[in-house]
């Protein structure tokens, strides 16, 4: 990982649009995910869990993708060849999103970058920021499929700095409603209406 | 639980319409998922462990939804009063619906039910069946939250049979993913394009 803000990552950035989606919106899909206070101390004890880790995590996962062609469509070329510095380049933000979930506060500003990931998904942004020619957008029926796996292959990682079981399930479960609650976020731009 | 199949459970109708989904797409979907024959020989275990708990099952989610205002207004009528033979039909479909997800076999006739139920979350055929004057649609984010309430609530009524821990969580997990893949099936209607 880098130290310094990949390319493409404007957590920060001064200039960020607000997200379409109100902090009461917010409220409602946490309380439908069952997301409270404690899950978000569970994720700040999960960042720590993580944060010497994460390569490790991005490996298990660019793994899982690049053993399924389907997925890896969506960084591929017009020709089907994966375009190596588009995957290098949402690894470095891949990296950071994981901390970002279980670091920063669900607030406007945190709206307002799952907003432009949301974009950055859809053809409204995608392949945009790293200037690549792939696919115009990650289908929904994927992005939803993920959160089985990016839930599931976490657990090992969270359970390897000698925590009790309980609090190894307890960032676990925090980490499996954050990860619902933002690809519920991610939908919007795929819904016509009815999101 | 009715013994006779209950009012709009049309999953055996020979009129069902066949789903716009491919085999082949389901295939890939389930690869997504990391869904295995392993997983269906699971959920046959969870089948026969829930079959005589499905009413405490769906208590434990109609208090779920009970609970929350902006979840009872997709059961409401235009005065926001909830409807109650509505609430009942669904309740008894969704009986159903648990046990086909245990028990069915994942094919062209699934899909095609998965395509129905798909349809009733939206404007396309939501109320239809009932024959109720409520919302037009279930809106998309709340269908993705639920992915984790409906994963996580279900695992006690697993434990509950006396099987070991390894197959408790062989369920769950299976669970879980035939969860994840029908809400992304159920998410097709929503999107205009890019599902």
Redesign the interface.
Known sequence: MTTTAPSGYTYDDPALPPSPVSVE?LE??K????FTDDDAAALAMAGDVLADQITDVLDTWYGFVGA?P??VAYFADPDGEPIKAYLDAVYQRFGLWILDTCRRPYDERWLAYQHEIAQRH??DKKNRTDRVDSA???????L??????I??TMRPFLARKGHSEADVERMH?AW??AV??Q???W??P??????
């Open positions: 919106d409602r899909l309380a439908s995910v069952l399924h389907h997925l859809t053809p115009p957008a990650v289908s929904l029926r994927y939803i499929a993920f959160v089985y796996p839930t599931a479960q499996f409603k619902t609650l690809v519920a976020l939908a919007r795929y819904a016509a209406r009815d999101w």
